[in-house]
């Protein structure tokens, strides 16, 4: 077993040497490995709490301390999670020239933390926060002392305030969206990690890379809809893999 995955990682070294665009997708697998709760898996945070009443950007509206009342759940995991071997691998991949951009699903900022520079958003950011009534803008670190008193509130209006994350009922960030399709046409390689590939629409870019004949290399420790399409399937740990593939990476250069 341990030989075919190194056989596999060797591989997947050598696809990433020699495309001339490679990208990576990443999702919930990567950040789950620094301590970060799963919002859609088996025992996810949505099992705890019901998305339509503590997610949903109309409840947020009417009644912001659901939302809250969850963020406070989740607060002390995320302030103290850090980037792991997979973020920084990734970034790694991204410094010596071989991947070009970073498109994630996730919402920690754990890939910045690690030294990547180019990275997509699509579902948003913890880092951000806006004032729903007059559209103030506020940092993390400004937020942060607000959160375990009370629900939020912007020091100019008193509105409530919200993460610039995508709750259910949001459109997700066009910028962001139209970076990574962009990104996707562009690819001859997608390198996804960590992503189960279960949420519409980022879930359909892999596709447009195969489409334009791009390969995928899919390293998830669960199967995916795309495994059948993928060059290379390695079902492990992304941190695990991922510094093995910068390492073997380096031995070619």
Not at 10 to 27: F, K, M, N, R
Not at 128 to 150: D, G, L, S, V
Not at 212 to 231: C, M, R, Y
């Amino acid at each position: 077993m341990k030989d075919m995955i190194d056989q596999k990682i060797a591989s997947v070294a050598q696809l990433l040497l020699e495309a001339d665009y490679a990208i990576s997708l990443t999702g919930a697998g990567i950040s789950t490995e620094s301590g970060i709760p799963d919002f859609r898996g088996r025992s996810g945070i949505w099992k705890e709490f019901n998305p339509i009443l503590y997610g949903n950007i109309e409840t947020m509206k009417r009644d912001p301390s659901f939302f809250w009342k969850l963020a406070k759940r989740i607060a002390p995991t995320l302030l103290k999670a850090r980037p792991n071997p997979g973020h920084y691998a990734l970034a790694e991949l991204e410094r010596m020239g071989i991947i070009k951009s970073i498109i994630t699903q996730n919402i920690d900022g754990l890939h910045q933390l690690a030294g990547s520079k180019i990275v997509f958003e699509v579902h948003g950011s913890l880092h951000n926060f806006t004032c729903m009534k007059c559209e103030a803008n506020y940092t993390r670190e400004e937020i942060i002392p607000k959160i375990f008193k009370e629900v939020p509130k912007c020091d100019k209006c008193g509105g409530f305030l919200k993460p610039d994350v995508v709750l259910f009922g949001e459109s997700l960030p066009l910028d962001q969206i139209n970076y990574s399709q962009v990104a996707a046409l562009e690819a001859d390689l997608m390198l996804i990690a960590g992503s189960a590939l279960e949420v519409i629409p980022v879930n359909q870019l892999p596709q447009t890379v195969i489409n334009q004949g791009g390969k995928l290399v899919i390293i998830n420790d669960e199967p995916t809809w795309l495994d059948d399409h993928a060059e290379i399937v390695i079902h492990e740990k992304t941190g695990n893999i991922l510094p093995k593939i910068v390492e073997e990476l380096k031995k070619l250069f």
